[in-house]
Nanobody
């Protein structure tokens, strides 16, 4: 059974950092692209990062580029989202999601409709 479990959310002051983890089970990362999405109250779900099944390609929107970094550890079957210089507008529930692409697929997209499997989410609150 394919499962994604996010962790690492919490309360942080503006300018601070958090690292989110997405632990995958029931599948291996090198066949799946992984995306990180967020949704704030009253707003649409937004893609904030993705990594291809090859691991060689990543993608970020301008709103987080230079502040967020996605990475993965194949040995732990886990994807990470390092978030630095956090802003109050980063406050949201963060979700990771997966879509099967085959080994060595070099692209990923930030459109939520692309992804078939979702975690339960982890809350990130940026506030002083």
């Amino acid at each position: 059974q394919l499962q994604l479990v996010e962790s690492g959310g919490g309360l942080v002051q503006p300018g601070g950092s958090l690292r989110l983890s997405c632990a995958a089970s029931g599948f291996t990362l090198d066949y799946y692209a992984i995306g990180w999405f967020r949704q704030a109250p009253g707003k649409e779900r937004e893609g904030v990062s993705c990594i291809s099944s090859s691991g060689g390609s990543t993608n970020y929107p301008d709103s987080v580029k230079g502040r967020f970094t996605i990475s993965r550890d194949i040995t732990k079957n886990t994807v990470y989202l390092q978030m630095n210089r956090l802003k109050p507008e980063d406050t949201a529930i963060y979700y990771c999601a997966a879509v099967k692409k085959g080994v060595l697929f070099r692209l990923c997209v930030l459109w939520s409709g692309e992804y078939d499997y979702w975690g339960q989410g982890t809350q990130v609150t940026v506030s002083s």
